[in-house]
């Protein structure tokens, strides 16, 4: 899931060198915490929070096949 996280968030962004995924195993849960530059936040995030969304929905799908609960949250 870190992956696909990164290559979502590096896809959006005009610095692509400052992404950064961590990821954190508790259980069957699972947080992935992205970082990405000041100046790139608001593309992370969309407008109204649409972009970040659906990069939750796309790691929700990808996750349920692996009986897994998978959460992203963007860091400043």
């Not at 970040?52 to 990808?62: Q, Y």
């Amino acid at each position: 899931m870190k992956e696909l996280v990164e290559v979502i968030a590096k896809a959006l962004v005009d610095n692509p060198d400052e992404v950064v995924v961590n990821e954190k195993n508790e259980g069957r849960n699972i947080v992935i915490e992205l970082h990405v530059a000041p100046s790139d936040m608001g593309k992370v995030i969309g407008r109204q929070g649409r972009i970040a969304k659906a990069i939750r929905s796309v790691v929700k799908a990808a996750s349920s096949r692996e009986n897994l609960r998978v959460d992203v949250e963007i860091v400043d």
